[in-house]
């Protein structure tokens, strides 16, 4: 320190008083070496812990919400078609349109409630024991199973998977698949998932195969995926119908894939499904991934801008759901709420299209959206609790 | 509005005593630093620091490492401390607690019942016990000896302590008797916010400010709680299932996002959802409200409550639950996926079985824990899978016949074993065929359980 330094002066004056209290002084120093004087002492103030006086009334204070504007928002996708567009479904389902994040009611609108698929497959597969409670022999007739999961159970949509089509599996033949998905656009008046087997070699002939056939209809193609895109993208524009772009938990992977399919089809034909892990089994991967993807849309990212779908049914998954273990509690209940509670966290997060198995998840999910998009009505979920 | 500026351990590392003492567990304060920068480590493991001469420092610490929603102590519970509104923005902390009701209307015998059925509790998921973290005796009799009683119940367990009870005279009482215990008080109103605010001082404890759906009010309460003195307050803005739900989700949204990004202190406090509330519904089946208040909570799990009040004690609806605690406060850093490659379970020998899994790293531990519990020792083939489970990655042509040959052959297991058997989970039972062709009928492939929970069984039925 040389002398006549203002940090000096300051010592000098501070021989002068016993306590010094800098107020809203901020030091920037690279390393502050203090050399005090000998006979200077500095004494810390004495700790006067004056205990506030009791507030006679409330102080009061104004509630501002932190409040964000978002430059993007989410396209708004249509599922099935009416007679004036050429379908026949009793009325459409629309998802998505979105221009805040999931339930920020004061940053911007809601305006499509989101929409929930039961699940129905073209062959026996093995189920929980809580789902075949609910289904009885219709676990045999995809038919009957399609008008019980839109009649008694209240589905918006009925999901149709084509299963059996796997080469590894009864492989189905095309026709006889074509066959059974117009025999549901008969059995039933809800717009149509149809989702393929999985097998790319496969989906790549079925999936144009049924746009063809369900031209008008205005379906969702299930799925779409980087090892497999073209020919559903193709069927899709050339029929008119909405693809699923399927990732596996990734990010760039869904907009890798969603610029492959903007190729073909506008935002308003995709509907983004990153992988639903279930609960208890990964479920904080596809929460964050959906968050993130949400996020991005809204802040303007145009590869990302679709509304998002999940396979809810992926619950099921999860031992806890379907174990019959006492000790983890009666399955009958734990198991479909163990299928709600995943939907209600991907609702949370931001998902628009829900593929579910139990009529207990459907109705609790029915019930939760009306209340969040501010209609009155009771609870409907009560009769499909405790199945056994 | 930005969130607040993430602090750096050079930041950190300037203030500390940086004598490298060894007295923390990290040894030296540069890594002490790190490790309070990603905090996983608090300021009271530095010894030196609370020493006389370091208090400017201890508070310029203390100042820049408060996190907006503040950590609060309800027992020797951290609640709260969040940094972030989403949890892939960093991590959340301090996973919320779930109490349970000791409503003072119940008759003993059920009541010892009820405490012993949480005190037993316990799942084990993936490695640890998971579990209900405090009681919360409640103020529902109208008779205070009733309410006094339930309390010195309570405080017999080793649960922190809710009390619930708006009734400030009954609750001083109450306080008095587990004063040592830092249990939250619950909770002061518009109309009784002096005297609550008083035994809060007075005892040292944590309250709570509950103003259901009237967050001016709420913030007011607090606000004057501050000034008060009472920093250790936590915030209930209401919990409804029905057509409460909007508002609900709504409070308990802005209140995060205005304490975080809007950087607000006088909402910057931990928040009770206390979905318990839903059976004040009455006349409805309990089923249905078990039902409602699980659901309630599921939503307000991932919807920034810090901590949750049940009333339901079926397993079934604690078990969702505490699985999506676990899940959602999970760092989200932790990576996807484990190296692929063979690992040995227990002592292995030529003679243990061979197993094949995927990559995904929930999958490779609970198969890895499932194998455990068979008490066999075995040999476990990790493939590649990108980080997806079984079931996915044979969705998506991750886990084929191609990727398991190739994933066994690469394993040398050929050299360890002396039997040519292999058992694939039983999603991937496709591709048996396929698979034995592709290792040249060499090995026969087996079937296993679909989920491999069914493994110990499995083993004993075709593993001699």
């Known amino acids: ?388 | 509005m930005a969130a607040k500026k993430k602090i750096g351990p050079l930041d950190i590392y300037a203030l500390l005593p940086k004598t490298n003492c060894g007295k923390c567990e990290p040894g030296v304060c540069m890594a002490f630093a790190a490790r309070l920068a990603e905090r996983t480590i608090s300021l009271e493991e530095c010894p030196p620091l609370w020493e006389k001469g370091q208090e400017a420092n201890l508070k310029k610490l203390q100042e820049m490492l408060k996190p907006p929603v503040r950590e609060v102590k309800i027992g020797d519970i951290k609640v709260g401390g969040q940094l972030v509104v989403r949890r892939h923005e960093y991590r959340y902390f301090n996973p919320a607690p779930l109490a349970l009701t000791l409503e003072d209307t119940l008759p003993e015998v059920d009541l010892l019942k009820r405490i012993k059925k949480v005190e037993e509790y316990g799942y084990s998921y993936i490695g640890k016990t998971l579990r209900l973290d405090m009681l919360a005796p409640r103020y529902v009799s109208g008779d205070p000896s009733k309410f006094e009683a339930t309390v010195r119940k309570a405080s017999l367990t080793k649960f922190p302590l809710v009390l619930w009870c708006t009734d400030p005279g009954v609750m001083e009482k109450a306080v008095s008797l587990v004063k040592d215990r830092r249990p939250l008080l619950y909770a002061a109103t518009k109309e009784n916010w002096k005297e609550m605010g008083e035994l809060a001082l007075k005892y040292q404890c944590p309250l709570a400010l509950y103003s259901p759906f009237d967050l001016k009010t709420l913030k007011s309460m607090a606000k004057t709680m501050m000034n008060w003195g009472l920093q250790d307050l936590l915030l209930d803005p209401g919990a409804g299932f029905g057509e409460m739900l909007k508002e609900t989700v709504n409070c308990f949204t802005v209140l995060r996002n205005t304490a975080i990004r809007g950087e607000d202190p006088e909402v910057g406090f931990p928040l009770i959802a206390s979905v318990a509330r839903v059976w004040e519904d009455g006349g409805r089946k309990p089923e249905e409200l078990a039902w409602e208040e699980t659901a309630l909570a599921t939503i307000l799990m991932v919807r920034y409550a810090d901590l949750i009040i049940l009333k339901s004690e079926e397993i079934w609806t604690w078990l969702p639950l505490i699985i999506l605690r676990e899940n959602i406060y999970t760092d989200p850093r932790k990576p996807v996926s484990v190296e692929p490659g063979m690992r040995a379970i227990g002592e292995v020998n030529e003679n243990s079985p061979v197993m094949v899994t995927s990559n995904f790293a929930l999958t490779y531990f609970t198969v890895a824990s499932d194998i455990e519990n068979s008490k066999v020792p075995s040999y476990l083939i990790v493939v590649d899978t990108g980080g997806l489970s079984v079931e996915s990655s044979i969705a998506g042509r991750k886990m084929t016949a191609q990727t398991i040959a190739d994933a066994i052959k690469a394993s040398n297991v050929k050299e360890k074993v002396k039997h040519r058997k292999v058992i694939l989970p039983g999603m991937a039972a496709r591709y048996k065929g396929e698979l034995e062709e592709l290792l040249g009928f060499e090995w026969e492939v087996m079937i296993g359980p679909r989920d491999s929970s069914g493994i110990p069984k499995f083993l004993a039925e075709h593993w001699k």
């Open chain 1, 1 to 388: 320190m040389t002398k006549g330094s203002p940090l000096d002066e300051i010592l000098r004056l501070l021989g002068e008083v016993h306590e010094l209290e800098l107020e809203k002084v901020d030091l920037t120093l690279e390393e502050l070496r203090l050399v005090l004087r000998p006979l200077m002492t500095v004494v810390p103030p004495p700790v006067k812990e004056a205990v506030p006086a009791k507030p006679l009334s409330l102080l009061e204070a104004e509630f501002s919400p932190f409040v964000q504007e978002y430059p993007g928002s989410i396209a708004e996708v249509t599922l099935g078609a009416t007679s004036a567009d050429g379908g026949t479904r009793r009325k459409v389902v629309k998802i998505g349109g979105e221009t805040a994040p999931p339930w920020h009611f004061l940053e911007g609108k809601f305006p499509n409630p989101p929409a929930i698929a039961g699940d129905v497959f073209d062959m026996p597969v093995p189920l929980p024991g809580p789902v075949r409670a609910v289904l009885g022999d219709a676990i045999e007739d995809p038919i009957k199973w399609a008008k019980l999961a839109v009649e008694k159970f209240g589905a918006d949509l009925v999901d149709i998977e084509l299963v059996s089509s796997d080469p590894y599996s009864k492989n189905t033949p095309i026709e006889e698949s074509c066959k059974l998905v117009e025999n549901i656009l008969q059995a039933v008046d809800v717009p149509l998932i149809v989702g393929g087997s999985g097998n790319p070699e496969k989906d790549a002939k079925l999936l144009p195969k049924i746009a063809e056939v369900c031209e008008g209809e205005r379906v969702l193609l299930s799925s779409a995926n980087l090892d497999m895109w073209e020919p559903v993208a193709k069927a899709a524009k050339q029929y008119g119908h909405v693809v699923l772009a399927w990732t596996s938990i990734d990010m760039a992977q869904a907009k890798e894939l969603n610029r492959r399919l903007y190729e073909y089809l506008p935002k308003e034909q995709i509907v983004i499904d990153p992988t639903s892990a279930p609960l208890g089994y990964g479920i904080e991967y596809a929460f964050s991934i959906m968050e993130r993807i949400r996020l991005a849309a809204l802040m303007g990212d145009a590869e990302l801008q679709c509304p998002m779908g999940s396979a809810t049914a992926n619950a099921w998954g999860a031992r806890e759901a379907w174990l019959h273990n006492p000790e983890m509690g009666p399955r009958e209940y734990r198991g479909p709420m163990w299928e709600t509670a995943m939907a209600l966290a991907m609702l949370m997060a931001g998902n628009d299209l829900y593929i579910t198995l139990h009529p207990a998840a459907i109705r609790t999910m029915k019930d939760v959206i009306k209340w969040l998009m501010g209609e009155k009505g009771e609870p409907t979920f009560m009769s499909w609790i405790g199945v056994k």
